[in-house]
Structures are given as C-alpha cells and as structure tokens.
C-alpha cells in the first residue's frame, strides 16, 4: 500500500470522501482509493496511468475522457468484463485487471505487433481470411485471442435485475446547464418533468469546467440552477441513469443500477452536450495525452492531479480555462500550443498570459515522445504552414501530461436514434443539427451553443417550447437565442499526419490517418461505406471521438465539400447494456387449475400445456411408464379421474346461438336438441382443422363449448372476430377459467357419480351417451357431460372454479373405497388413440382439411357456409394427396415408432405417423399415420422408416382399435 | 374471532394456499372465507397506508355482458355506468363498473352486506333479459386490493399504463396487461388511503400474487387482511 | 415503441394489440370463384398509403379497425367494427339445403 501522491488538497465540489479509504487491487497489487473514487481516478492518485492495451497494436492506453466516453478504460474485474474504469466507483477488496494483454499490461508479450503495424492494414482481415474455404475457422480463435476483450466469468453469481415503466410530460436528457434550465422552465409551465442525467450529480460541464478566470462562474451558476432544480416539486431527478435510446413516441430505455426503465415521456428535450475531440498527431494515444476536460474531472471531481508537468494543445478559449485549472492544482504548464495564428483576447486567455506561461501560436504537436513503457514523456512541437502540415519540428518540451481543448462535437446519438441529423456547419467548424423530428428539442452545446450564458439561455426555451408543445400555459414567447454555432470554439483541422504514421483517427480500432487514407483509395468514399470497411467509429466509443476527423479526411481525400460527407448514423444502444437489463425481471405467465396443489400431493410429475401446467402422471419420474400402464388400466377396468379445467369453455348464447355455431363449426347444430351434446370441428378459413370439442346444448339459445387447451384463447378471439362483421344476436362468453372440469371415467363412473350427484338421474335411459345435464354434484352447481374422450362410460363434470378441488375431493372421496385412480395426460393420450380420436395439432397440421383427417363424417354439407367450408369444397375438386389412417404393426414384437417417422415408398416420404404407442388394453402397438390415398384401405401395407434408418412395415387398421361398437362408452 | 380452515368450505380462494402460508386467520363471510388478518391486524392497517396486498376473491361479484346488458341493469336500478372503463359507487356501498358499451362489472364493499348479487342472480333469465348475459365474475376472476402510497409506483413495475394518482382518477379503470397477464385495475382508495382493485384470470392468481409480493418488496409490502382495509376505509368516513 | 390509440381503452402500447391484416368483405361463398374466393383467404392488397386493418385490444378482446399509414407507419384513426360492419350478415341457403 501505499500514499496516494497525485491526491491535491480538498476542491470545491469534490465527489470523494477524504474519511474513508477504500481498498481495492490492480493487476494484483493493492491501492488505497477514497470513497467516491472511481478505478481510474484512484489509480491516477497513485501515478497509474496505463489502463489497458489497445485493441490491434496492444499499445498502452490511458484515460481519454474521464467521462465513460471511450474505450481505453475498459478494465476486467473478477465478475464482469468490460468495465469503464473512468466511471465504476470503487468498492472495498475490488480486483481489478487489465485487459487484452499477454505476460502483464506493463509489458504485453503481444506489444510486437506495434511493430508490424504495417502489415496489418486497413480491411486485413477481409482480406486475409477468406480464403481459402475454412480459413477463417482456423484463424479466429488466434485473433480473438488477441483482439479480444475481457472475459466472461461464468461463474458470476446471479443478480436481481428488474424493469419499470416510466411516464412524464416532459423528459429532459442531461442536467447540464442546458438541461437544468429546460426542466426548470418546464415544471414552471407545470408540467411532471424527469431529468435524467448520466453522472452521479446533476451539472454537466458546470461541475468541472472552468468558464472565467478566477473559475466562480461555473460554481455560482452551478448552485443556482441546481438549487432551483432540487426545489421544484414537478421535477424527479434520475442521476447515475443512461437514456440508451429515443425510440418510436418518444419511448425511453433508461438504465439506473440494476433497473431498466422504460419511459414514455410526450415531449424530449435534448441536452446531451458535446463531446471534447481529440488532436490527430503521431502517439496522440500515449497514456497522459489526455482532453482537456478529462484532467478538469480529474481536478475537480476527485482532487487528483492529472499530472506533473504538462502542455496544452488548444484552438479555443477553454484550453486556456484548462490552463488555470492546471496551474492552480500545482501543475507546471511548459506550454500552450495554440493551432491558432493570433489567440484572440479573453478573459481566460489574458488571465494565462498574465500568469507567464508560454504560448506558442500557430503551433501543433507533431509528435508525442514515449518512455520504454510506452507511457507520455514529452512533445515536439511545430510551426504550421498550411492544413495539416507543418514545418520540422523546432520546439521539445517535456511533460508528462497532454491536454487536448480543440473543439467539440455533438453528441447527437439520440438524435439520430429519433430519426434527427447532423450536418457540418462551416461557421461552427463542427457537425451542427440539421432536423430533429416532433417532439424533440435539442438544446445547449449539442445545438450549437457552446458559450455558457448562450446554453443556459437556450436550455430555458427549449422547455418553453417543450411547455408549448404540450399546450401548457404560456410563460411569454420563448427567447431566440443568438450566438449558437459561432465560430471559435472549434478548429476547423487539428489533424497533422506524420509520415511515420501512429497518427490515431480512432483509438479503439487503433486506425490511423494512412488507414482511413487506403481505405478511400481502394474506393469506400462514403462516409458509411468507409466506417464499415476500416471499422472506423465502430468500437465502444461508437465514433465519438472519430466521426469528425474521419469526415475531415474524407472530405480532404475525395475533394468533396463537409456538407456533403455527412456524418455517419448512430443507432442504440447509446452506450454498452447488460444481457441482464435487457432479460429483466422476466415474467412467464403460469395458468393452474383449481385442483393443481392435490395434483402435486398425489405426486404428479407435471407438464406445461399452452400456459396451463397439468399432470403427465402420477408417481415418480423412473416408473414413468407402469403409472402411466396403471392409469390406463384403472380406466378401463374401473374408474380414474383426470383434471380438465384446461380445456376451454365458452358460452354461446342468444336467440343467434345455433346459427353462430353452424357458421364456425364444421357440423349442424340447428336441430340439436337441449340436453344433448355434439362433436364441434372448427376450421379456419384456408379449410384446415383448427381446434375440436363438444358443444352442449342447455338452452334453445345457450350452448357451451369446449375447446382445446391450447386453442381456447384463439378460437374465443375468432368467433368475436368473425362476429364483428356477421352481427348475429348472439353473445361469446370466455368461460375457460370460470369453470373447473373433471372427467370421471371407466365402467364404474356411474357408481361413484352417485354417491355425489342428489339431484341428476345418471340411470342409462334418463342420462344417456351424449347427454348433457345441469345439477348438483356433491352440492357444488355442475354441468355434467356424458361424453367419451377416452372410450369408456365416463362423464364430464363443470363446476365453478372456486368450488374445484372440493368436487376434486368429493369424488375421490366417493372412488376411494373402488379404489379410483387419478390419471395424467400421458394416461389420457393413450386412451383417446385406442379410440381413434385425433388431437387437433398432433394429427393434423396447417393443411389437415377434414376429408384428409377422414373426418368428413363431421362436415354437414347442406349449410350454407362455415369457416372454411368454401376453401374445402375447392381443394376437394383435386384428388386428396395423403389421408389420416389407424396402423398397427405387422411385428408384434417391434416397438412403436415415434411422431414424425416419415411413410416410405419407393424410396420416396408419401407421409408420416402423428400417433403411437403400445396399448397395454390390446397387446399391441397402434398408431395413426398419414398415408397415400390409394393405401387407407383396412389390410394395406406401408413402410415406416424409424430411428437408424431401418424400415419396418404397417397394417391399415379402421380405428377405434378399441370396442369398434363404443359399447362401453354408450353403456 | 374463530379461525377457519379454507379447505372446509366448497369455495376456496384462488390464493388460499398462499394465505395460509402468511399465516392468515380467515372469516366467514357468507359462501366464502376472507383473509381476515395476518395476527396483528393493527400493525396490518399501517401496513396497508404503505404497500399492502389483500385477497377479496371470496368476495361477492358479478357481470353482465351483451348489447343489452347495460339498459337491463339500470332497470335493476343501478346507477351511473355512463363512461366506459369507469366505477360508479351505488348507495348499497358496491361499485358498478363500465368495462365496455357491452359489459358491466359490479364489485361488493369490503362488509358484503349488499343483496343485489342475490338479487340480480335470481331475477336474470336468459329468455327475459334481453341482449344480457350474465357473467360468473366470481370464478372466472381473482380479486385482489393493492393498498398504500407506493401502489402506483410498485404497478409500474408490472404495468404500462399511467396508474400514479393524479393520472389515474379516482373510480378509473385500465384493462390491460400486468406482468403479461391481462387484468382490470380499478383505482378503489380505501377512506384517504390509495388503492387499486385487481381482478383476472382466476387460474393465474397464484402467479400473480407472487408477482405482486415480488415487485412489493422493495417497499416493504406485505400481505394484509380484509379487516386492515375496513380500518382504511373507516378512517375516512369518521 | 408505438402506441395504438385504442377505441375502448384510449391510448396503450402496441404490445397490447394484435394485428390480423386488412379489412377486406368475405364475398358471398355462393357466388364467388375458387380464383376469387383464394384471392380473399390468401392476398393482401399491401398497397403504400393508408391501410385498413383488424386489430384486437388483447386484453379486452375487443376487435377494432384501424386506419394506418403504410409508408410514415402512422396510425390515423381508430374506431370500432361496428362503424364498418353495422348490418347482420346472412348466406343464402344452398339449394335443397337445410339449416
């Protein structure tokens, strides 16, 4: 451990605090930081500088902006990769490493690579790999190795991520000075503001940079408007949180800790800034070349010296602001070097001038002189003689600090996000903003107003205007500002190539002036062309830092005006975002029946169906298949019980009832008479089978119809659907969770129903098959069904949801002394295929016509129209291509094939099996299969190609299989 | 008060499982038992000024739907029901609420004292009641009651639409999707306390009650009887 | 993300809606081609322009039209089923056929 040497003495405004020391390690050795520090400025306080390794040349980087902007801060901690050194705070016992290196970050065993830069050009990769076929596979995970970044720890330990909606009249992104004047003149017009802001305290610029000579500008304005802001009730402050993107209506995905928020706000005003750009110049990526603003955070947020000796690199008067900050923190400046021929008078400047340092107009930094470790040990400096260029070299000045205030450009993402554009202004000597869609008001430095007063001005009338936008009452004309994209801020070329190149246009991808050079050479003059090409401005800085030199170059290579170049889009995220945020808290709907819990005390193994959960079986999963033997056989020999809420229920009702029904359904329902149920067969309008049931009549106007499982929610929206433009008197009633059902079934359902049932006579003559009755069961209101999924005497029983596991118990209860057996869906499948019956969705697929499911027994082909009928009587002009039959084996010894095997003939699929399996009840394994028309005859044979590719050989077989007279169903 | 065992009446609550693991002591309240309170329904009514969570499925409710349906239940004699997506109290202490031109919604008071759901029931015949259908809302819906300041702020992380108080009036009502379960929520403050009623689909109420507890916690919210909502509601009228 | 102004429910995101295609008038079964009635069941005009379209509120299961700019993606009114389809719609009997 040890004293932090580059900690100065407590600032104004600070974020640190000096009582309490927190420990942390860097590449294994331990530092002591205060609370407030972040990674890099705690390791600056100790003299660390060296951050990371960049990405292609493994060069040493520092930090560049100090405000999360680029990518040379992305460190590796134990849990999570990636990690922006310049804003994660520190926390007590953090390990932090470096990443992208080989051997240590100090010395990377694959710093060789600087050396050989110029084999590895612009599009080197493109180039390189793509031949021949596989080349790439073999060369990836080399260079991923070394171009990569951190790396995932897969045994992070899970947090608690979650979302929220969010809702205001008026968003305002960023609390610069811009941005706390907007949300103040907002919530004055009385409207709900949020103020969301990137940093933990509110005041942008206003909380580092420094506006005046003796720098109290800044503090007082700071004071006023964030007082002001913090007083006014309207206005909720987000710190710490980042506005990823401007989505359609002004949606906002706004990330705060562990939380995405997702706002939606009627009016956005925009006060993102500006971000400070870098010089092009030979090693400007040297740790200690840093912006101008980055050393002003380090001073002013965390009490850090950024350095010992330094020189500023400037065009504007802000670098001179730069300048005071650093003499007045302690710092030697050896000097100024203005880009400007005749540094104009102003207050700052002439406060500098005052103070003796040396200034050197019209000269640039030609090249950044290194230590062995790479690391920031001086600066030549230049005359310039015309754009770009510079005579030799003839000024050495040592420092071991570089700071960059040569202009600034827009940060513009969310505007461009929001469908806005940026163009270059010749005035402004940057990119300025050329549309913003409605509903967005770009204000402060992002449109143009980089003067102080000029920003806080029109911050006030963008939430004016944002007030009026909302027709909230009008505070007086909102003030036209003047002064916005002046000129002098920014230099309109800080870019000197040299010949020996490292001359950084993009850290990140670590491209230089030559790169982007070839690149236009080889023909990817445009703009967007160009960045996808040398990857310019794709790293996770995004182009911040690039996109205007880039546009710069281009505009110099091609002859072609600014204007013109453009600059390329941004799209979101606006910075890097977690699988976490994005998955959330995550909400899977689960649908349980009134009887689930008995279901997990009688030890089901569940399965999901649709949303519902329903038993598969009852036992434990390694006598999967003798319960599900045991069910079937408590079934047909004496009686089980299976939960049916999940099947839909809807009531049909109204003087239209049966005309309703004969429209969406395949057969005829005007003559059915009341207390009688009948098969329903929906399809959809292409004539493919859709769903199945029964509709039981109660009343002349009142059928209830069941509905699959999984097909209850679309056929309810369906038959409104399609009610909506037919108008029938008739009201669909989703009754679905409104009633819990049960299906008693097997030969001794009768004896056990009436022990329950008082007031419904269950005799065979009074309650026949198909029979439907409304009465009591266990004195719990029912409607009973006499219907037989599964093929043996058996009744349906509805009863009110609330009221479901107590009929659930009743009917054990009842069973208990024939020894009634719950049974699963497992169970239930079996059943049904001894029957024959389809399942809609197993059976049948999106082309299953009835006719080709042979369900033409179901179609009454004298109404005038149902769903789908029209689109049937069409195909069945054309011969059927494949027809769903029943099949047994041939081998009684062979086991059954599985779903999908595929029908062969000839070499050629002619279909496939839908169902099979082994019926315990007949010895042998039985199956439906589509087949080819000319093979459904009962005895023909077909081949079935099963797992391995082996054949095996089926028999046609007229299903049921089971009781082809449905004598004991009936009975 | 005398405890009760959920599991001894015919109908059960939907969540009644959940509310005797909170360790709820249950009442009857005709046809149904209520989660009275939790052990310290004094602490309970504290509670529910802040976030709570009650169950008042067993509570009497009922629907009527069809192009008829709204005209057949003025002749019954209630009240209001002239704005879609809108709670009308009625001078019985229940609430008619407008889901749509078509469908009516009528909720009991927390005493369910009101014989209207009788009355209604037995005076409903499908060949009569022209264009009206009547709905079980009592089974086919759970009904929970989210108490207390942070209601709003708690649904918003559920919830898209804009439940905060002064956006979202008293008697409002949004039918919408609540952690992707589609849901009525009805803005019912209990005397000056704010809250919102909750009814879905019955068979997802287990889900939904640990949605609820879940979203609850950062605030401290916790499950809360019938009788700390009476309290709530009882404040006001003193 | 978008919002759809919803006739019953007022404006809601658009999550909470399904879109089942254009509007278009079934054609009587009795009369069309199998060319004709294909073209209902299966095309779509997907014209640029505004766009008549069924959409369903999810939550409600209520079914509306909506009228929608294909180009801008701009939704510009909403307004129930009824306004388009106010009359009870009947078949006329197949011959020889019963109810």
């Given at each position: 451990m040890k004293r932090a040497p580059f900690r100065l003495p407590a600032q104004i405004g600070e974020r640190i605090d000096r009582s309490r020391t927190v420990s942390f390690s860097f590449e294994g050795r331990t530092y002591d930081g205060l609370a407030g520090d972040t990674i890099a400025s705690a390791l600056a306080s100790h003299g660390v500088r060296v951050l990371s390794r960049s990405f292609k040349y493994h060069r040493p980087r520092g930090a560049l902006t100090m405000a999360g902007q680029d990518a040379n801060t992305l460190v590796q901690l134990t849990e999570e990769p990636n990690v922006l050194a310049d804003t994660t705070p520190i926390t007590g016992g953090l390990e932090v490493r470096g990443q992208n290196y080989s051997g240590s970050l100090a010395w990377d065993r694959d710093a060789w690579l600087n050396a050989v830069g110029r084999f590895l050009p612009v599009g080197f990769y493109y180039k390189a790999f793509y031949k021949p076929l596989g080349a790439w596979r073999r060369w990836e995970p080399v260079i991923r190795a070394r171009a990569g970044l951190g790396e995932v720890n897969l045994d992070t330990a899970h947090r608690y991520y979650d979302k929220a909606y969010g809702f205001s009249d008026v968003a305002v992104i960023g609390a610069g000075p811009a941005g706390l004047s907007a949300a103040l003149e907002a919530a004055r017009a009385g409207l709900d503001v949020l103020l969301v802001e990137e940093n933990p305290v509110l005041g942008g610029s206003l909380t580092y940079a420094r506006f005046d000579a003796d720098g109290a500008l800044g503090r007082q304005r700071l004071a006023e408007l964030a007082s002001a802001v913090r007083a006014e009730s309207r206005i909720t402050v987000m710190t710490g949180a980042v506005c990823q993107g401007l989505l359609t209506e002004n949606w906002l995905p706004i990330i705060q800790g562990n939380r995405l928020h997702k706002v939606r706000a009627r009016q956005v005003v925009l006060a993102t800034g500006s971000v400070e750009q870098p010089v092009v110049f030979r090693n400007n990526d040297a740790p200690g070349v840093m912006q101008g603003s980055a050393a002003q955070r380090l001073i002013r947020h965390y009490g850090v010296r950024p350095g010992r000796r330094a020189v500023v690199v400037t065009g504007n008067a802000d670098g001179y602001g730069v300048a005071l900050d650093l003499l007045d923190a302690g710092i030697e400046v050896a000097g100024i070097l203005d880009l400007r021929a005749t540094p104009p008078h102003e207050e700052r400047t002439d406060a500098v001038r005052a103070r003796n340092v040396a200034i050197y107009p019209r000269y640039a930094p030609w090249e950044a002189r290194r230590s062995a470790r790479g690391i920031l040990k001086g600066l030549s400096a230049a005359p310039i003689v015309g754009h770009g260029k510079c005579e030799p070299a003839d000024v050495r000045l040592e420092c071991d600090l570089l700071c960059m205030s040569i202009g600034y450009a827009p940060t513009a993402q969310l505007l461009h996000y929001a469908g806005g554009s940026v163009v270059y202004d010749r005035a402004a000597a940057t990119f300025a903003i050329k549309s913003a869609p409605a509903g967005v008001i770009p204000a402060g430095s992002l449109d143009g107003a980089y003067d102080l007063e000029t920003a806080i001005a029109d911050g006030r009338r963008a939430g004016m205007q944002a007030a009026a936008g909302l027709g909230a009452p009008s505070r007086g004309e909102p003030p036209a500002v003047r002064g916005k994209n002046a000129s002098g801020w920014n230099h309109p070329w800080p870019i000197f190539p040299h010949p020996r190149g490292k001359d950084f246009v993009d850290f990140d991808e670590d491209l230089q002036v030559k790169d982007i050079r070839n690149a236009i050479a080889e023909g990817y003059d445009h703009i967007e062309l160009l960045k996808r090409f040398?990857?310019?401005?794709?790293?996770?800085?995004?182009?911040?830092?690039t996109a205007l030199s880039l546009a710069r170059i281009t505009a110099e290579a091609t002859g072609r005006e600014l204007e013109i170049i453009g600059a390329t889009t941004a799209r979101p995220p606006y910075s890097a975002e977690k699988f976490g945020h994005l998955a959330g808290r995550g909400f899977e709907p689960v649908r349980l029946s009134a009887m689930h819990h008995r279901h997990l005390e009688a030890g089901a193994e569940m399965m999901p169906a649709g949303l519902w959960l329903r038993p598969a079986y009852y036992g434990p999963k390694d006598r999967r298949e003798a319960a599900i033997r045991e069910e079937v056989e408590a079934v047909r020999a004496n009686v089980g019980l299976i939960d049916v809420s999940t099947l839909g229920g809807l009531d049909v009702r109204g003087p239209d009832a049966a005309e309703f029904l004969n429209r969406m359904y395949t057969f005829a329902y005007a003559n059915q008479q009341v207390g009688r149920a009948r098969y329903v067969l929906m399809c959809d309008q292409t004539g493919a089978i859709i769903d199945d049931g029964v509709a039981c009549r109660f009343h002349d106007w009142h059928f209830y119809v069941t509905a699959t499982t999984g097909g209850a929610d679309r056929v309810y929206q369906t038959m409104l659907w399609h009610n909506a433009q037919w108008r029938l008197d008739v009201d669909i009633t989703n009754a679905t969770a409104a009633y819990a059902g049960v299906n008693l079934a097997g030969p001794r359902s009768r004896e056990v129903l009436a022990k329950l049932a008082t007031d419904v006579d269950l005799s065979a003559p009074a309650f026949p098959y198909m029979g439907v009755r409304m009465g009591t069961v266990a004195g719990i209101p029912a409607r009973l069904l006499r219907v037989g999924f599964v093929g043996e005497l058996g009744y349906e029983i509805h009863v009110p949801a609330s009221a479901g596991e107590a009929l659930w118990d009743a009917l054990l209860w009842a069973g208990a002394p024939l020894g009634i057996k719950p049974f699963g869906v497992e169970a239930q499948r079996l059943l049904r295929l001894e029957k024959g019956h389809i399942i809609v969705g197993q059976d049948t697929d999106g082309e299953t016509h009835p006719y080709m499911a042979d369900m033409g027994w179901a179609i009454a082909k004298k109404k005038p129209f149902f769903v789908g009928a029209r689109a049937i009587e069409a195909q069945m002009k054309r011969p059927l291509q494949r027809k769903l039959v029943g099949f047994t084996l041939v081998d009684p010894a062979e086991p059954p094939p599985e779903e999908c095997h595929l029908v062969i003939r000839e070499g050629a699929i002619v279909g496939r099996v839908t169902s099979a399996a082994f019926s315990p009840s007949l010895s042998r394994v039985i199956g439906l299969a589509f087949v080819p028309p000319e093979q459904t005859e009962p005895g023909a044979r077909f081949s079935i190609k099963v797992a391995g590719g082996r054949m095996i050989e089926a028999q046609v077989v007229k299903p049921p299989f089971l009781d082809p007279n449905n004598a004991r169903q009936e009975g | 008060m005398r405890t009760l065992d959920?599991?001894?009446?015919?109908r059960r609550s939907f969540v009644y499982r959940r509310l005797v693991g909170h360790g709820a002591v249950f009442a009857d309240m005709g046809g149904g038992v209520v989660a009275e309170h939790f052990g310290a329904a004094e602490a309970e009514a504290v509670s529910a000024t802040r976030l709570g969570l009650a169950d008042l499925s067993p509570l009497p409710r009922i629907g009527f739907k069809g192009r008829g349906a709204l005209a057949w239940l003025s002749g019954q004699g209630v009240r209001g029901l002239a704005e879609d997506n809108r709670a009308d109290r009625q001078t019985d202490g229940t609430r008619a609420a407008r889901l749509a031109p078509t469908e009516a919604l009528i909720l009991s008071d927390l005493t369910a004292t009101s014989r209207i759901f009788e009355r209604l029931t037995t005076t409903w015949r499908l060949e009569t009641a022209s264009q009206c259908y009547l709905l079980p809302r009592g089974d086919s819906h759970y009904w929970l009651h989210i108490s207390g300041e942070h209601a709003a702020a708690m649904f918003a992380k559920l919830c898209g639409v804009d439940l905060r108080p002064d956006r979202f009036a008293a008697g409002a009502i949004a039918q919408t999707s609540i952690a992707r379960s589609n849901a009525i929520v009805i803005r019912s403050d209990q005397g000056s306390t704010l809250g919102f009623d909750l009814l879905g689909d019955s068979a997802s109420a287990d889900y939904m009650w640990g949605c609820l507890l879940d979203a609850m916690a950062e605030f401290g919210g916790r499950p809360v009887g019938r009788a700390a909502l009476m309290r709530l509601a009882d404040g006001a009228s003193r | 993300m978008k919002i759809m102004p919803c006739p019953l429910n007022g404006p809601r995101n658009i999550t909470e809606f399904a879109c089942a295609g254009e509007v278009r008038v079934m054609p009587d079964p009795a009369a069309a081609s199998d060319a004709a009635w294909a073209d209902y069941v299966f095309m779509e005009t997907n014209g640029a322009g505004i766009v008549r379209e069924w959409w369903c509120h999810l939550p409600t299961s209520y079914w509306f039209i909506a009228e929608r700019n294909t180009v801008t993606d701009e939704i510009v009114h909403t307004y129930p089923a009824g306004d388009v389809f106010s009359a009870r719609r009947d078949f006329a009997p197949k011959p020889g056929g019963g109810a």
């Open positions: 040398s990857t310019a401005g794709m790293g996770p800085s995004q182009g911040r830092h | 959920p599991a001894q009446f015919a | -």
